[in-house]
């Protein structure tokens, strides 16, 4: 299997709720990303893991917890989230050199709906 | 305040017409980048932009980027309804330069 996979592609859950999504790359990247898409809005950085190392939290709340065990695998914890989370969740990764970035490979997306 | 501002947020056109979207920014970026992303699928890259100024083609579509690296626009050429999607153009910020900020797309529809 090549490319970026993530698990699973659509996810409801409640409130009081705990599930994690996954992502998995095959590609041989040391960086990897998770972003927050929703109606309307931009896509928006979560988190970043350069070289497993998380790098980057942008102002996330506690309800998401990032875990990245390996440079091929990235979780996200899911917890008490509210109404306004549900949105789709893309994962990517990138090789980083350093300096130029070279693309990212996004893979299908979580659809996450929270009642 | 959005980093990067994309124009149009739609457009409809009809099979063979030319279009151009366009992406702006105040800031300036050491690369710029073109995705498009289908219903039920993550972005796909299409093209980097680095050197101010500069012309890349893919098929039927232009890319340019501005000589400030502060803007650019994509030109497609005889729209097909294939390239029905949403164009997201990124910018490169960030010290190692690999995280992205993405403006918030054209949507695009090409009826045959």
């Known amino acids: 299997e090549t490319g970026v996979t993530q698990t699973p592609r659509h996810l409801v859950m409640g409130m009081t709720n705990k599930k994690s999504l996954k992502c998995e790359q095959h590609?041989?990247?040391?960086?990897m990303y998770w972003y927050k898409q929703s109606a309307k809005k931009p896509l928006e950085l979560m988190f970043v893991y350069n070289f497993k190392e998380q790098t980057e939290n942008n102002s996330v709340p506690s309800r998401f917890s990032p875990e990245c065990p390996n440079s091929s695998h990235l979780f996200l914890h899911l917890h008490t989230l509210q109404p306004e989370d549900s949105a789709l969740y893309l994962c990517?990764?990138?090789?980083?050199?350093?300096?130029?970035?070279?693309?990212?490979?996004f893979g299908s997306g979580t659809r996450l709906t929270v009642v | 305040t959005q980093l990067l501002e994309q124009s149009p947020q739609f457009l409809s056109i009809q099979e063979g017409e030319n279009l151009t979207v366009y992406c702006n920014s105040s800031s300036v970026f050491s690369s710029l980048q073109w995705y498009r992303q289908e219903p039920g699928e993550g972005p796909v890259l299409l093209v980097t932009?680095?050197?101010?100024?500069e012309v890349k083609k893919l098929k039927r579509l232009t890319f340019q980027f501005g000589d400030a690296r502060k803007d650019s626009s994509l030109h497609i050429t005889a729209a097909q309804p294939g390239d029905t999607g949403l164009y997201l153009c990124?910018?490169?910020?960030?010290?190692?330069?690999?995280?992205?900020?993405f403006g918030g797309g054209t949507r695009l529809m090409v009826k045959p």
């Open positions: 932009v680095v050197t101010g100024g």
């Open positions: 990124a910018g490169a910020v960030g010290n190692a330069g690999n995280m992205l900020t």
């Open positions: 590609l041989g990247h040391n960086a």
């Open positions: 990517a990764s990138s090789q980083v050199p350093g300096g130029l970035p070279r693309g990212y490979t």
